[in-house]
C-alpha cells in the first residue's frame, strides 16, 4: 500500500455508520473517491467525498446537494446510479454504483486510435445516458473522456452527472484545468452560459478524438485552447484519419459549430442521427470488454473528476470489440497435435454444416424472409399489388389523418423494412381523412377559452376576430364561423357554430366576439357624445339629424342612429339625433261648439282647458264658446291650458 492510502484518516473509517471505506480510488479538484462497503446492503459502493475546503463554502454544498439529488433521478442504464447523498459532521459525501473497469482517457491512451465500430458504439452508449439527463432538464457541463467508464462487464456508462456545474473557478487548475478546457463549447468561453448544447459541443470533440487519437486544439495554456475554441472551426477528423467516413466527418461538423442554435437540440437528436449513420455504415453498436482489473497504486496521478473506477494495473485493456479467450487458444493448440488426417474430418463437417446451414437459411432462416416495402402514398390497390410481388399479403385499415389525403397509405403494419415471412398479413393504414369535430355550444364562452376548445380538436382559429358591439361582456363569443377546409372564400360553405356543430379537424374556424355596448349618449351635448362615441372605434357624421322630444331639452342628443340589417362594430358611421325640443300641436277650433264639445276637443289635442267659474252650474245645451285663448290654429306644446269664452244662449 502507497504511503498516501496509508497517511488517508479516512481509510478504515465508518462514514455515517454505514459505509465502511477500504481505499482510495481517484482525487480530483472538487472530491475524493473511495471504494467503501455498504454494510446495511453488503454491496461495494463508490463514496465520493467533497474536499474539506469545499465543505465549508454553504453555497457550494447546497449546490452539490441539490445536483446529487437531480443526478439520483436519472434512471438510465448508461448513467452512473446515484444510490445515496449525505453529512458526515463538517464532511459532504456521495454514494454511487461501483464499476470495476477503465475510463475512456485510458483507452485512449492504451490504443491512441479507436476504431470506427469502437467509436459508435461507445458514442452510442453515451449519448443515450446524456439524452436521459436533458430530458429530465440536466446539464452534465463536463463531459470528457475521463467521465466515460468502460466496465469489465462489458457496460458503458457516463458519470457526474450535474456535479461539474457545482465546481467553482478555483477548484480546478493545470491538468484538469486543461483536461475540461479541451471540452468547451465556445459560449462558455465567452458568456460563460451552457445548456444541453454545450454538451453536444463536448460530445463532438470527444469523437474527434476517439477518431484521430487527438483533440483538435492544442497549447501549453488553458487560455490559448479557449480561445481556440472560440474562434477556430473544429476540422474534419478524416483529415487526420483518412478512414473515417463521411458520415462521422458531419456529424463531428453539426455537433462543434460555434453557435448553439447550429449544433443538434440534445443528445436525443445527435442520437437519431447516429442511429441512422449505423444503419448506413452497417454498424452495430456492441459492449465494450475490458481486461482483468486492480485497485490502483498510484493515487496522485490526475484522474479528474471520476465517478467510480479501477483502472487496471496488470494487462490494461484491450479493443472494445475484442475479448480474450483462453478457451479458444487451448482448442487451437490442441488441434494442432493431433494427427494430420484429422483435418479430413473437420473438413467434411464443415462442408455438412455449410449445406444445411444454407438450407436453412434460404428455407427457414432469414434467407427466406422478405423485406415490407415502402407503400406510403400509395392507393390500397397499389400498395397491395407492390405488397403481393413480395409474396406478402395486404389487409386493408382506416384510420385519419390530416397530413395524409384521403385514400392514400399512411403507414404499414409491421413498418417498411421489416423483414417478415413470406405470406405474413400486413397491415395496410389508409387514410379516411380529418377526423369529425364535434363541438357544444359557445355561447357566453370567452374568447380564449373558445380558441382553446376549438386547438384541441385541431381546428385551427384565424388571427384577427369579427368585433361587434353587444350588451355582452368585452371578448365574450358572439359567433363562431367554421370554413371547411378548401372551402370557398365568400363564406358560402360556412357553417355556423356558436351553438354547436359537427365538423371536421383540419377546418378553420373565425370568431366574432364583443367589444362591449354601445355608450349611453342620451341627454349629452352633441360635442360630448361625439367625443365618447369615437373614443370607443364608432366613426360620427358630420351632420346631425334633429327631433323633438317631450324629455330632451333642444340642443341635447336624443339618441343615435346606425346600420339596421346587423350589429353595429367599430369603424361603422353613426349619425347623432340631436333633440329641438318638445313638439307642437295646433290648437283645435272650437267657437260655436258648446262647453262641454269644446271640453272633448281640446283635451283629445293634449290641451288643459279652462273658463269662467259661472259657466259651470249652466246647462250645457244654453252655451256656446264665442272665442279661445290661444285662438284656433296657434301651435303650442302638449299641456298648454287653453281659455275658453263662453255665452248663455237661450
Given amino acids: 500500500m502507497s504511503t498516501s492510502q496509508q497517511t488517508d484518516p479516512l481509510i478504515g473509517r465508518l462514514v455515517d455508520g454505514r459505509y465502511r471505506v477500504r481505499a482510495r480510488i481517484a482525487r480530483g479538484g472538487m472530491a475524493t473517491v473511495y471504494v467503501a462497503t455498504d454494510l446495511r446492503l453488503e454491496r461495494r459502493v463508490a463514496l465520493k467525498v467533497m474536499h474539506g475546503h469545499l465543505s465549508d463554502d454553504t453555497v457550494f454544498q447546497s449546490r452539490f446537494i441539490q445536483e446529487a439529488r437531480a443526478a439520483a433521478r436519472l434512471a438510465d442504464p448508461n448513467v452512473v446510479n446515484v444510490f445515496d447523498q449525505g453529512q458526515d459532521g463538517d464532511m459532504a459525501y456521495l454514494v454511487m454504483e461501483y464499476l470495476p473497469g477503465i475510463t475512456l482517457r485510458e483507452l485512449l491512451r492504451e490504443q491512441r486510435r479507436l476504431t470506427v465500430p469502437q467509436a459508435v458504439s461507445i458514442l452510442d452508449a453515451v449519448l443515450s445516458g446524456l439524452a436521459a439527463a436533458h430530458r429530465a432538464g440536466i446539464v452534465h457541463r463536463d463531459v470528457k473522456p475521463e467521465n466515460v467508464l468502460l466496465a469489465e462487464d462489458g457496460r458503458i456508462k457516463i458519470g457526474d452527472f450535474g456535479l461539474a456545474r457545482a465546481t467553482t473557478a478555483n477548484t480546478a487548475s493545470g491538468a484538469q484545468l486543461l483536461g475540461t478546457i479541451a471540452y468547451l463549447a465556445p459560449e462558455l468561453v465567452t458568456r460563460g452560459t451552457a445548456d444541453a448544447r454545450s454538451d453536444i459541443y463536448a460530445i463532438g470533440i470527444m469523437l474527434y478524438e476517439m477518431l484521430t487519437g487527438e483533440q483538435p486544439y492544442k497549447g501549453e495554456q488553458p487560455m490559448q485552447i479557449a480561445f481556440q475554441h472560440a474562434t477556430d472551426s473544429v476540422p474534419r477528423p478524416s483529415v487526420k484519419n483518412p478512414g473515417v467516413p463521411e458520415q462521422l466527418d458531419e456529424l463531428v461538423l ?323 339625433v340631436v333633440s329641438t325640443g318638445p313638439p307642437l300641436f295646433e290648437v283645435p277650433d272650437v267657437v260655436g261648439d258648446s262647453r262641454d264639445e269644446a271640453i272633448e276637443k281640446l283635451e283629445a289635442a293634449g290641451f288643459q282647458v279652462d273658463y269662467a267659474a259661472f259657466f259651470g252650474v249652466v246647462p250645457n245645451d244654453i252655451t256656446e264658446v264665442t272665442a279661445s285663448d290661444p285662438a284656433a290654429g296657434e301651435l303650442r306644446v302638449r299641456g298648454t291650458r287653453v281659455y275658453i269664452q263662453l255665452t248663455v244662449t237661450g
Wanted: hydrophobic share 40%.
Fill in 254 to 576: 453539426w455537433a462543434t459549430e460555434k453557435s448553439p442554435d447550429e449544433r443538434p437540440l440534445d443528445a436525443r437528436e445527435m442520437l437519431q442521427r447516429l442511429r441512422d449513420i449505423e444503419r448506413e455504415l452497417g454498424v452495430s453498436p456492441v459492449v465494450a470488454r475490458t481486461g482483468p482489473i486492480g485497485i490502483v497504486r498510484d493515487d496522485t496521478a490526475p484522474t479528474g473528476e471520476l465517478t467510480a473506477v479501477l483502472p487496471s494495473t496488470a494487462t490494461g485493456p484491450t479493443t472494445a470489440m475484442e475479448e480474450v479467450d483462453n478457451a479458444g487458444r487451448l482448442r487451437r493448440a490442441t488441434q494442432r497435435r493431433r494427427s494430420r488426417g484429422a483435418w479430413l474430418i473437420v473438413l467434411a463437417l464443415l462442408l455438412a454444416t455449410l449445406a444445411g446451414g444454407l438450407g436453412w437459411w434460404f428455407g427457414a432462416g432469414p434467407g427466406s424472409l422478405v423485406a415490407v416495402a415502402d407503400v406510403t402514398g400509395k392507393t390500397f390497390e397499389e400498395a397491395s399489388e407492390i405488397l403481393r410481388a413480395d409474396s406478402l399479403v395486404a389487409v386493408q385499415q382506416g384510420e385519419n389523418s390530416l397530413e395524409v389525403a384521403a385514400g392514400q397509405v399512411i403507414r404499414t403494419n409491421p413498418p417498411q423494412g421489416t423483414r417478415v415471412d413470406k405470406d405474413t398479413e400486413v397491415n395496410v393504414f389508409v387514410s379516411l381523412g380529418p377526423a369529425e369535430a364535434t363541438f357544444a355550444s359557445f355561447a357566453g364562452m370567452s374568447e380564449a377559452d373558445a380558441r382553446a376548445v376549438l386547438s384541441e380538436k385541431s381546428v385551427q382559429t384565424v388571427e384577427e376576430n369579427s368585433e361587434f358591439f353587444s350588451d355582452q361582456a368585452p371578448d365574450t363569443v358572439l359567433g363562431v364561423a367554421i370554413r371547411p377546409a378548401g372551402g370557398a372564400d365568400d363564406g358560402s360553405q360556412d357553417v355556423a357554430c356558436l351553438d354547436g356543430c359537427v365538423v371536421h379537424e383540419g377546418d378553420t374556424a373565425r370568431l366574432s366576439v364583443s367589444v362591449g355596448p354601445v355608450p349611453d349618449v342620451v341627454d349629452q351635448s352633441e360635442g360630448s357624445a361625439r367625443s365618447e362615441l369615437e373614443g370607443v372605434g364608432l366613426l360620427v357624421a358630420e351632420d346631425s339629424a334633429t327631433d323633438t322630444s317631450e324629455t330632451i331639452e333642444e340642443g341635447r342628443v336624443i339618441g343615435v342612429s346606425g346600420p339596421e340589417d346587423r350589429p353595429w362594430a367599430p369603424g361603422d358611421t353613426v349619425t347623432l
